[in-house]
């Protein structure tokens, strides 16, 4: 099962657990950068919308990093055997990878990106 992302709300019902790892300027038009966050390599994606997304960097059928792949549609393309994974549910949308990839939350403050990781226990 890949992992799965939960944010906790506040008294106030803000999302908590959100920490920085870029800026929106850090990402290229259309395409993904690589991050770290708690040891876990995140892929933040912008995608042709320019809608920004925070995935799973290491595809579901082998270890290859998406972030590297191509963005279209609101999909990422693994290169090495052209599965792609829909950006905002993580499911594949072809072969060879049947596994979904995990989603995590995205927020966007004063030209930061933030991304909420926090893996279940
Ligand atoms: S490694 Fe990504 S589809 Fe095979």
Redesign the pocket.
Known sequence: MPETATVAEDATGELTGFVRVCSVDDLPAVGAVQVEVAGAKIAIVRDSAGDIHAIDDT?S??N?SLSEGDVEDGEIE?W????RFDLRSGKPTGL??VAPIAVYPVKIDGGDVFVAVTKES
């Open positions: 595809c059928h082998a290859v693994c090495l055997h052209g599965s060879p990878a």
